[in-house]
């Protein structure tokens, strides 16, 4: 059985939880923190990096190296579209939304849920505020543009989708959603992401996690 390893909150972790779980293949989840000394996940992810998953003899990490394996080894369900060119905008896609995104995102959990309830220090608002109304509108205005009114961006819910929205997912744990009146289809995006029936399971066992 395949193993995947790392912390279900993280947003790469969920990227690659969603494509098992829209593929319906079995695994194992082996909880795990890069960076904390876990020997058996450095054997199987020498950067540390998570997700690290084990097929076999097969050992990867990466959330973008995974879920590309996984939609060649296991291609029944697809996760990406098979356009060239949509293949292609789906990959920028899944890049924007796991790099400006999630950086973004991953700052904003970081100062009001990892700081108060990790650190056991006073949230700085200040640094919060910069990000929310700074950092981040210009993001969204170019990735409204990119996602539909309804539906999701291929028709059927792909790795674009998630990657985009899962960043936002940590947000919300945070205390923060977009602005439904300034960014109206990626709000309603995250929303669809986060109702699919592949995924709602996946966000209520995190949720249940983290003790919410």
């Known amino acids: 059985m395949i193993k995947l390893y790392g912390a279900a909150a993280s947003p790469f972790v969920r990227k ?16 795990s923190m ?19 998953l084990v097929d076999g003899d097969l050992n990867i990490a990466d959330s973008k190296v995974i879920c590309r ?17 949509d293949r292609a905008r789906a990959d920028w896609l899944e890049e924007y939304g796991g790099t400006v995104l999630a950086e973004s995102a991953a700052a904003i959990f970081f100062h009001r849920f990892m700081v108060p309830n990790v650190f056991k220090r006073p949230v700085d608002e200040e640094a919060v505020s910069k990000i929310i109304d700074e950092k981040l509108p210009p993001l969204l205005d170019y990735v409204e543009a990119q996602v539909p009114a309804d539906g999701f961006v291929f028709g059927d819910l792909t790795i674009a989708d ?3 929205a899962s960043p936002f997912v940590n947000a919300g744990y945070a205390q923060y959603s977009i602005d439904a009146d300034k960014w109206p289809n990626m709000a309603g995006l ?6 699919h029936e592949a995924i709602a399971p996946l966000l209520a066992a995190e949720r249940a996690a983290l003790g919410g």
Request: aromatic content about 8%.
């Open 190 to 195: 995250v929303e669809r992401v986060k109702a």
């Open 69 to 85: 394996y996984l939609e060649d080894a296991y291609p029944e369900v697809p996760v990406y579209p098979t356009n060239p060119k």
């Open 34 to 52: 890069p960076f904390s000394g876990d020997e058996e996940l450095a054997r199987v992810s020498p950067l540390q990096k998570v997700p690290a």
């Open 16 to 31: 690659a939880m969603a494509a098992l779980a829209l593929k319906q293949i079995e695994y194992e989840h082996i909880p």
């Open 162 to 164: 998630v990657a985009l």
